[in-house]
T-cell receptor
């Protein structure tokens, strides 16, 4: 089965600073990659996904992630964060073929300070 | 689209009692997942179904846990008997055929005293 490692459990940053949340995956098969965001007392919501094509994918609120096959990474970045970006972020992976067996990383708590 | 609906939103029960968590997936989705989230262990996949059939239940902690999906619009996760270490937030999620993102419910916060 596939697995995901999120290297940072907590990332504190100041408002308007850039941020990078790191994600590495392990799999014996080709995979699809996802980032989800979880706000307090809510379920996870899809932020962005990589299925195929361009290795750089973007979300509607300014986040982007780049799929790097050689480094088996899918790091999430934003050039300038807002207070409202404070949340927990999860990287996830599912196999290219077969069931939608999605596995999540442990999560990274992003805290944006004024 | 009403989203994935979970009930109850909160459940407080005493050790030894039976607990049943319920989930209504999004209409048209053919995969359903149960996850458990705790501070210590993060988000754990317990079991998932494809077309109402359990595919992988290797994440179910022990025999006290059972899950059913009698039809495409309903699933239950049962814990009998419950123990304090089962306290967690339990999420249900559904999706279309892969590759598709998961749609999560708002979770059930279970507290076992």
């Amino acid at each position: 089965a596939q697995s995901v490692t999120q290297l940072d459990s907590q990332v504190p940053v100041f408002e308007e600073a850039p941020v990078e949340l790191r994600c590495n995956y392990s799999s014996s098969v080709s995979v699809y990659l996802f980032w989800y965001v979880q706000y307090p007392n809510q379920g996870l919501q899809l932020l962005l996904k990589y299925l195929s094509g361009s290795t750089l994918v973007e979300s509607i609120n300014g986040f982007e992630a780049e799929f790097n096959k050689s480094q088996t990474s899918f790091h999430l970045r934003k050039p300038s964060v807002h207070i409202s970006d404070t949340a927990e972020y999860f990287c996830a992976v599912s196999p290219l073929r077969g069931d939608n067996d999605m596995r999540f990383g442990a999560g990274t708590r992003l805290t944006v300070k004024p | 689209d009403a989203g994935v609906i979970q009930s109850p939103r909160h459940e407080v029960t005493e050790m030894g009692q039976e607990v049943t968590l319920r989930c209504k997936p999004i209409s048209g989705h053919n995969s359903l997942f149960w996850y458990r989230q705790t501070m210590m262990r993060g988000l754990e996949l317990l079991i998932y179904f494809n077309n109402n059939v359990p595919i992988d239940d290797s994440g179910m902690p022990e025999d006290r846990f059972s899950a059913k999906m009698p039809n495409a619009s309903f699933s239950t996760l049962k814990i009998q008997p419950s123990e304090p270490r089962d306290s967690a937030v339990y999420f249900c999620a559904s999706s279309r055929t892969a590759p598709s993102p998961l749609h999560f419910g708002n979770g059930t916060r279970l507290t076992v005293t």
